[in-house]
C-alpha cells in the first residue's frame, strides 16, 4: 500500500462522533485533509445488518470523492460486498493468512500488533501495513492494551523496513510529530478528530504536524 495514504488515517464508527452524524464527520475529516478512513463500527448498540451496509455505502461512496481509500475493520464479507479497498483486523478477528486469501491480493489488509513478533508474523502473512500501539494511553477503545510507547514504531521499522507501519493509540496533535520522525509511515487516530468541536479545523492541523514531521522540520 502506497505510504502516502496513510499519513493521516482515521478511523471511527458511530459511537465516537457522539450526537454528531459520522458521514458528516467524515467528510469535514475528508475536507480537512486525512489520507484514509476506517470504519470500525463495535460496541454495544453497534449497527448490524442493512443499517450498517448502507451507512458503509455512504461512506466508502465519500471516500472516493476524495479519492481516500475507505478501509472496513473485521467485516472481511461488509468490505467485498461494498468495494472497499480493504480491511484491517486485529490479533483476535482471524487467521491474516486466510483473510488475504478471501479478499485476493489486489486489496490492503492491515493488522493491529502489539509487538515486534506480532508485527513480523503479520508480514510473513500477508500485511499490506501494519499498525503498530497502543503507542500512549486511549480513551477511545476499552481493549487497546497497555501502552507500548512510540519506540517501539522505531523496532518495527527496523524489522520490516518496506513495509508501511501506522502509530495507533492516544495520539494527539502534539504527538503526532514524535510518532511519524520515530519512523511511522502515518498516525492512525479516533477521538483527535472524532471528538473535536471543529472536525475540519483539528483535521488540518494534525495533517500540519505530520507534514512538518516528515519534511524534517522541528516545532
Sequence with gaps: MDKSKLHLYFIAGTKDVGEKKLVEVLEAALKGGITAFQLREKGEGALEGDALRTLAEQCFTLCKKYNVPFIVNDHVELALEVGADG???GQED????AVRTKIGPDKALGVSTHTKTDALAAS???ASYIGVG???ESTSKLDAG?????ELVKEVVREL?????????GISE???GTVIREGA??????????SAADVEEATRAIKGRITLALTGVEM
Excluded at 509511515?185 to 472524532?194: C, F, K, L, P, Y
Design 94 to 97: 482471524g487467521v491474516i493468512s
Design 185 to 194: 509511515s502515518g498516525v492512525a487516530v479516533i477521538s483527535a478528530i472524532a
Design 134 to 136: 497502543p503507542l500512549y
Design 124 to 126: 510473513d502473512a500477508g
Design 87 to 89: 480491511v484491517h483486523i
Design 146 to 150: 497497555n501502552p507500548v510507547g512510540p
Design 161 to 169: 523496513p518496506g513495509l508501511p507501519i501506522v502509530g495507533v493509540g
Design 174 to 176: 502534539r504527538k503526532a
